[in-house]
């Protein structure tokens, strides 16, 4: 399997040249369009997907679309529902973990789960269900605006916002903690941040999707008069 992005950083588009036989799942909704040898079928996610909490909620779909080529190669486009970037993370027997709505797409080989279990599984309260990726593949995971690594050597630690996070690997440790400023109260509520702790990396979004949704808000009409 090939895939290549296109229009990045802003409008990423993610598309994959798959063989005969060779299959990708992705979430409802990603899919651009496809070839004519490509079938697609939606089934459960996993348990990942469905244990978690978010899904429950509205958040990660308990549902993904897989998409195989049949008969001969094929090609998928896949997007991500808000403007931004792609990225790849190549799985190799290691855990990814992504924050809900995140997960984009992944290749034969890599399971969605949700090991984090009780009070780290909806960290601090805030709704937040990191889902692990495992096994062999290729994970692809969105973001909205750009996206930023953030590689920390032993020892080293750095704080991220909860609403700026998408990724982490396994061997980074953090810890939470509620924090309130300007930005939580017009959110509504207490921030959530993570300090990271190396060695490991973390990846994050350049913009807050909750901060610009709260922006807009007064600038959309209703429709009342």
């Known amino acids: 399997m090939n895939y290549e992005f296109t229009h990045r950083p802003s409008y990423t588009h993610l598309i994959v040249q798959l063989q005969a036989g060779e299959s990708i799942k992705a979430e409802p909704g990603a899919m651009v369009g496809h070839s004519t040898t490509v079938s697609m079928q939606t089934e459960s996610s996993g348990d990942g997907l469905l244990g978690s909490a978010k899904s429950m909620l509205g ?8 998409f195989t080529a049949e008969g001969g190669p094929g090609q998928v486009t896949l997007a991500p529902p808000s403007p931004g970037d792609v990225m790849s993370h190549e799985l190799q027997g290691e855990t990814l973990y992504s924050t ?3 997960f984009l797409a992944g290749t034969q080989g890599v399971e969605i789960d949700s090991e984090l279990g009780g009070i780290r599984s909806v960290i601090g309260e805030a709704g937040l269900t ?3 990726l495992k096994g062999s593949g290729t994970a692809f995971i969105d973001a909205f605006g750009g996206l930023e690594k953030l590689e920390l050597e032993a020892g080293e630690s750095y704080i991220l916002d909860n609403e700026h996070l998408i990724a982490w690997d396994d061997t980074i440790d953090y810890t939470t903690r509620s924090v309130s400023g300007l930005k939580s109260k017009m959110l509504g509520g207490e921030g959530l941040v993570f300090e990271f702790t190396g060695p490991g990396t973390a990846w994050y979004q350049s913009r807050d999707l909750s901060a610009f949704a709260s922006f807009m ?3 959309i009409s ?3 008069s």
């Open 100 to 102: 809900d709505g995140a």
């Open 217 to 219: 808000s007064p600038h």
């Open 130 to 132: 990191p889902l692990a």
């Open 222 to 224: 209703t429709g009342d």
């Open 59 to 66: 958040g990660e779909s308990a549902f993904v679309n897989q």
